[in-house]
């Protein structure tokens, strides 16, 4: 097994994804976006886990009230409607979102945000740490959504994120770019350190592909998380990981805890 020096010493840079990653989506905001896609087709169209799967394969929704606006134009193409005749306030799409996300407090029903399951133990950032790696996050959730887990279910404290509130959105790279850039002022590191980006879907492995465009000196490593949905069976297990590898996936893990010190040591030592 790798060792690695406990004293710290920054050796590589981890960046992460939140959802399907820290924590599983599923039966939240896979659920708010298939009741909002419902709604906003009268009731036509509720997509199942397999619908939204297949539209995030394509590595470029990483907002969900975007995703969720195009799959309720897909439904109308389908149908013989041209999506430029599809009229809906946008604005209202992602209040019915946020509802069926957060819930209504005055009416005491609860979001299916509290059905989320987290993916990973507090301890394990403290790991990291100690073993001289830098860690962030770049995700498509909104701040208020991906602080409520970061700091108040893990108990962080004020984790370096770039969230969909604060510039363009995965696979853009700019969101991981800045994490990387903040994380190095911030620890005073002067060197080009290895950028491991850890994400469940293919937007990730888009975003750390575009990131080698940009900064090309740089060793970007990308490693594709399986969300809890897909290990059901064999079957989804083998597509869903065969989609991440054919974007680039250098790495294919069951859950983000076997990405510990050894598994980064191991991977930027084979650069």
């Known amino acids: ?7 710290f010493s920054p050796l590589a840079i981890v960046v992460f994804d939140i959802d399907g990653v820290i924590r599983d989506v599923t039966g939240s905001h896979f659920r708010a976006m298939s009741d909002t896609v419902k709604y906003f087709t009268e009731g036509s169209f509720y997509p199942t886990q397999e619908d939204i799967d297949h539209l995030l394969f394509e590595g470029i929704w990483n907002n969900d009230y975007e995703a969720s606006r195009e799959l309720v134009y897909r439904y109308y193409e389908s149908q013989g409607k041209p999506r430029d005749k599809v009229v809906f306030d946008f604005q209202l799409l992602g209040n019915f979102f946020e509802h069926s996300y957060w819930g209504d407090e005055s009416s005491n029903k609860l979001g299916y945000i509290h059905d989320e399951q987290l993916l990973v133990k507090p301890s394990y950032f403290d790991h990291l740490t100690q073993a001289g790696i830098l ?16 700091e108040k279910r893990l108990g962080l404290t004020s984790p370096l994120l770039f969230a969909v509130e604060d510039g363009p959105g995965k ?5 991981l770019l800045t994490v990387v850039k903040q994380l190095e002022i911030s620890h005073k590191i002067e060197r080009s ?10 937007t990730e492995q888009e975003t750390i592909n575009r990131a080698k465009k940009i900064d090309p000196k740089r060793n970007w490593i990308g490693v594709g998380v399986l969300p809890p949905h897909v290990q059901k069976s064999q079957e989804k297990t083998q597509a869903y990981q065969s989609h991440l590898i054919q974007a680039g996936a250098r790495e294919i893990i069951l859950s983000i805890e076997y990405l510990n010190p050894e598994k980064i040591a191991s991977l930027i030592q084979n650069l």
């Open 193 to 202: 350190l290895p950028v491991i980006f850890a994400g469940d879907t293919v």
């Open 135 to 150: 860690w962030g996050f770049c995700s498509g959730a909104t701040r208020l959504s991906a602080e409520y887990v970061l």
């Open 1 to 7: 097994m790798t060792t690695i020096n406990s004293t």
């Open 171 to 175: 696979p853009e790279p700019i969101g």
